[in-house]
């Protein structure tokens, strides 16, 4: 099974997952990052925080970057 890994870009500044995680393939990955990407945004509202334009980047195992969640775009829909 791939593992995959999530690295959260804000701004400048890279935070990279260095565990990663398996997933039976890309969209699996997708959807979890989805989940993960409004858990964080529920987190920051409670907490009266500044929603930034921080993006979650998906990578494979060799560090190439495979897809880009924005924050902004999971409270689109909302």
Same mark, same amino acid.
């Given at each position: ?33 989805? $989940? ?14 500044? $929603? ?5 980047? $998906? ?20």
């Amino acid at each position: 099974m791939p593992r995959f890994f999530f690295h959260v870009r804000d701004r400048d500044q890279l935070t990279e997952g260095p565990e990663g995680i398996d997933f039976p393939d890309l969209e699996a990955a997708q959807a979890d990052a989805w $989940i993960a990407v409004r858990n964080v945004l529920v987190e920051q509202l409670a907490s009266d925080s500044t $929603i930034s334009n921080q993006q979650l980047k $998906i990578c494979d195992e060799a560090g190439q970057l495979l897809a880009t969640v924005s924050f902004r775009d999971a409270i689109e829909p909302l």
